[in-house]
């Protein structure tokens, strides 16, 4: 904690600063004159000490004062012949080094106060700078927590909202799901009955039960698969990066997908680059934005005359994967295509708007960029980059 110098005190007004100065020569000039302590002997420190503290306290024009009168003192008192207003030549040096050595002294007892006094106002201004700077710390610690609370909501809503978007989606595409599911399950039935009629018969035929076998193997594990990437889309968990391989993704998403695109007679081609690199991102998010993609890009065509096919194209750009979604469909809108990925916006009747919108989010999580491009004569194409593996892991 600090202290104060108890010589700092305010000053006092200027009246009073006039009085310091001629009480403290004249105190001097008592205690020089006191029979008992036989300083007649001009005791010039008295009188230095008298301007010095005139000066202190009460500022240059009382220390010049103060200096003034112990000259007129010093002359009056000390200098032969004592008691005499008469010339002094020969004391003449004597006085003028008495009263350079009074100015001397009052004037860097001001200055020696004065910066004092700026340095004590100097502090206080510090402390109180400091306090101010402490405060607006703890505000703007307080704000960054607040900012970080907010954007870990915001963050928490986002996958939430994704989480939603996928089931929405998932839930509109029960029908081609449910078929995609029931199809291995159907001929792993009739292969299971094909292998007990072979064990049934008087000599049951062992190879070709075994072959029956093998293909209700093959195709409860593809049922299997079905219901686990579906389930995966329909899981409430945080986000997690590994090494993914595009291609894979795009296979899966056709797998789940297939049902639909064959109930609206739409056919789906793949030109996947075979030395594609692996990126660094979140496997669920990226199935997410496949199924958007290909889902817009199937919905587009539902009622377009003509070719229907569903490309998707992979390859190396530089040091990004590039994959490409397109379509044979109705194309953008005209006018509004800037705004297909605006949140809300749609052109469906059913539609929430948000598919694009997530869309893009999830590239550029990933570090990519998302955007699309009318086809001609028809149609339209969405692009999409991702950071490879190499740069993701920078």
């Known amino acids: 904690m600090s202290r104060r110098n108890p010589f700092l005190w305010p000053r006092p007004p200027v009246i009073w600063g006039y009085g310091i100065a001629v009480l403290s020569v004249a105190i001097a000039l008592a205690i020089s004159r006191w029979p008992a302590l036989h300083l007649e002997s001009a005791p010039v420190s008295l009188f230095l000490c008298a301007v010095m503290f005139s000066a202190w306290f009460g500022g240059v024009v009382p220390g010049l004062l103060a200096t003034i009168f112990s000259s007129f003192v010093f002359y009056y008192f000390f200098l032969t012949p004592t008691h005499s207003l008469a010339a002094k030549p020969e004391e003449i040096p004597r006085l003028i080094a008495f009263t350079v050595s009074a100015l001397f002294v009052g004037m860097l007892s001001a200055a020696q106060r004065s910066a004092a ?13 400091v306090e101010k700077l402490q405060k607006t710390n703890n505000a703007l610690d307080s704000e960054i927590n607040e900012r970080k609370h907010a954007e870990e909501a915001m963050r928490q809503a986002q996958a939430e909202l994704m989480r939603v978007s996928r089931a929405t989606t998932m839930g509109e595409l029960t029908a081609s799901l449910a078929h995609e599911v029931n199809q291995p399950i159907a001929a792993a039935v009739t292969d299971a009955n094909t292998c007990l009629r072979w064990l049934a018969r008087d000599d ?8 029956a076998a093998t293909r209700v193997v093959k195709g409860a594990t593809r049922a299997a698969e079905i219901v686990n990437r579906i389930r995966l889309l329909f899981k409430k968990s945080a986000s997690q990066r590994e090494l993914v391989d595009v291609n894979d993704v795009v296979r899966e998403m056709i797998v789940l997908l297939r049902g639909e695109a064959t109930r609206y007679n739409i056919t789906v081609q793949t030109h996947l680059a075979k030395d594609l690199a692996e990126v660094s991102g979140d496997r669920v998010q990226l199935q997410q934005l496949l199924m958007n993609l290909m889902v817009n890009g199937i919905e587009a065509m539902k009622n377009a005359d003509g070719t229907r096919q569903l490309a998707i194209k992979s390859l190396m750009e530089g040091d990004h994967v590039l994959v490409c979604v397109s379509d044979t469909g109705i194309g953008l809108p005209q006018l509004q295509a800037d705004h297909i990925f605006d949140a809300f916006f749609t052109t469906k009747l059913n539609g929430t708007g948000m598919g694009l919108r997530i869309s893009r989010s999830i590239v550029e999580s990933h570090g990519g960029r998302l955007w699309a491009e009318n086809n001609s004569p028809s149609g339209a194409s969405f692009y999409f980059t991702l950071s490879s593996k190499a740069e993701g892991h920078e």
């Not at 049951?204 to 072959?211: G, I, K, N, S």
Request: charged share 50%; no cysteine.
């Open 204 to 211: 049951p035929d062992l190879d070709e039960a075994r072959e």
């Open 117 to 129: 006094a700026s340095l004590m106002r100097a502090r206080d201004d510090l402390k109180g700078t």
